[in-house]
């Protein structure tokens, strides 16, 4: 399969498969309770059943053209991920997410493997609108939201239950114009 450079620190994005399953699992392991304060996916994930199940589920939504889960390694290791929770083609809207653990923390890896995705989701299969859900206080993923160039639309207020606790949800998104508007600046800068 493929495996695409982060980056000069060793970092790459490759895509996530059923056989990958007990390092999904190693991952989460290390960072369950990082990981588990905003999302539930170490609840997902609670064991290598669990881990097998979660990745087979992307690869049946990817068979379909509904989702697709993609994780990043660093030097060698899965320290993360980044997928496409929710993949609508017809109406050309995505729904991206992450999971992080905390030794991987604060070095980018999220925005630059998203990077990745945007690309491909505007530029190869023509999607409008790519949306980022995320708690009211996740920070670090919000600031990735913010750094990729999304716009912040509202919060939804105590829809979630997270762990026993109601959290409310703030929506964030990208359009096509607007990516490919920072790009073009991007690039114009490098030159």
């Known amino acids: 399969m493929y495996a695409i450079s982060l980056g000069d620190d060793g970092a790459e994005l490759r895509p996530l498969e059923v056989w990958h399953a007990e390092e999904v699992l190693a991952t989460i392991d290390r960072g369950r309770d990082f990981i ?3 999302i539930g996916l170490p609840d997902v994930v609670a064991d290598l059943e669990g881990a097998r199940s979660w990745v087979k589920s992307y690869a049946d939504r990817r068979a379909v053209d509904g989702g697709s889960l993609h994780g990043i390694w660093l030097d060698g290791t899965l320290v993360g991920g980044v997928l496409f929770r929710v993949w609508d083609t017809a109406s050309g809207v995505c729904e991206a997410g992450c999971w992080l653990e905390p030794a991987a923390a604060g070095r980018g890896l999220v925005a630059r493997g998203m990077r990745v995705l945007l690309d491909w989701a505007f530029e190869e299969r023509g999607m409008h609108r790519v949306e980022w859900h995320v708690s009211c206080a996740n920070e670090p993923s919000i600031n990735v939201a913010r750094r990729l160039g999304m716009t912040r639309e509202g919060v939804l207020r105590e829809n979630f239950p997270h762990r026993g606790v ?10 096509a114009p607007e990516w490919r508007a920072a790009r073009a600046r991007t690039e114009h800068n490098d030159h």
């Open 36 to 38: 588990g304060r905003h």
């Open 166 to 175: 109601r959290t409310s949800t703030e929506i964030w998104s990208l359009l």
